[in-house]
């Protein structure tokens, strides 16, 4: 699947459905064959899929028919080509959604992470899939306590991550939980992977994200602005991060990940290592996560701590110095303060 940015005022999805046509008259020439393809008038961006020997045949049969290379050309897996971008209708491969309009491509993908502190669990996940299925999304995956599901439409996934939020705070199972929602392209400009720097993004964001709250990037509140505004009638439940600020939590979530199993790594060493000075960084620290920095640190070790203890079968000893404690009696401590169950009591009841 390639992408290809477009530098000019009159682009217009005619131009590109006569481009298409050149390049389905030669594509046997290289081996090619054209499947699909999108078209994001707004955005001056084109999405193709295609079948070819390699890359370089792909973009030959660009090059040849009209001379519009691809910016950057990635492989795409079947079942995770059919699970983001196998919605919609398509006609003469051009692709459209259910409602018939162009399908710019975009997808918006909704990432939860949910730990229940009790043994019914299942009850809810059950009626988070149902919610998905109400909302037009598709789930992704769903590991242990992460699920990831893509939607065509930023406002159903504003929709659906409200409605899991009033799911999860009306269960009487004692919850953690948090949201992100993020809209990006399949393929970026640089990168290797489908939707990588999106999955980058809302990754970093669930990491960092307050217990309970729901985190959006300024491309789904651009696609969804006059329903967003709706939403924000209605909850207050929700932090808008700007493009600095995901490149700052980014960094944030690579370096404390870095020293994860460091337990004399403290606010001091990250304020050094990310260039910033403790008044500069507090502040923004504060002002994305509402948490200081050493509180940050230790919310980090405690959700890896929860993560591990949910995926693997160490000792609480094993998973309290991997998670940069220094000793599990003072992880036991933390643990139940922040919790209110011990990591034994949370283990037992995972059993």
């Known amino acids: 699947m390639d992408i290809h940015t477009v ?4 682009f217009s999805a005619e131009d590109v459905v006569k481009a298409h046509m ?8 290289f081996g090619v064959k054209q499947l699909k393809y999108w078209v994001n008038e707004q955005g001056k961006t084109i999405f193709c899929l295609m079948e070819g020997p390699s890359k370089e045949a792909c973009n030959q049969v660009h090059l040849e028919s009209h001379g519009n290379t691809a910016c950057n050309i990635i492989e795409v897996a079947d079942d995770e080509y059919n699970l983001f971008m196998g919605q919609g209708t398509e006609v003469n491969d051009l692709a459209k959604t259910n409602s018939g309009d162009l399908d710019p491509g975009y997808r918006t993908i909704l990432l939860t992470n949910v730990v229940c502190f ?3 669990s299942n009850g809810y996940f059950k009626k988070i899939k149902d919610l998905v299925i109400e909302h037009n999304g598709v789930i992704i995956r769903e590991p242990t306590n992460q699920i990831m599901i893509t939607f065509v439409y930023a406002t159903d996934a504003i929709s659906c991550a409200t409605s899991i939020i009033e799911l999860l705070e009306s269960t009487s199972s004692k919850l953690e939980f948090n949201l992100a929602v993020v809209s990006g392209n399949p393929v970026d400009e640089k990168g290797t992977a489908f939707f990588e720097e999106t999955k980058n993004k809302i990754n970093s964001l669930c990491s960092l994200g307050l217990n309970k709250k729901l985190y959006l990037d ?18 207050t439940n929700f932090t808008l991060v700007s493009n600095d600020d995901f490149v700052f939590s980014l960094m944030l979530h690579n370096t404390i990940k870095k020293h994860f199993n460091r337990s004399d790594f403290k606010s001091e060493d990250l304020f050094s290592e990310i260039g910033m000075s403790k008044s500069q960084a507090s502040r923004k620290i504060k002002s994305l996560t509402g948490q200081t920095p050493n509180q940050l640190i230790q919310e980090s070790r405690l959700q890896s701590a929860l993560g591990k203890m949910s995926q693997s079968q160490k000792t609480i000893a094993e998973i309290a110095y991997q998670s940069g404690f220094n000793s599990p009696t003072y992880f036991t401590r933390v643990f139940k303060k922040r919790f209110g169950i011990s990591p034994t009591e949370f283990i037992m009841q995972l059993a």
Do not use: C, F, G, M
């Open 7 to 10: 530098d000019s005022d009159e």
């Open 22 to 29: 050149e390049d389905l008259a030669i594509e046997d020439k």
């Open 118 to 120: 009790s043994q019914n």
């Open 218 to 235: 300024n491309e789904t509140v651009a696609l969804a602005k006059k329903e967003l505004q709706e939403q924000q009638k209605k909850t």
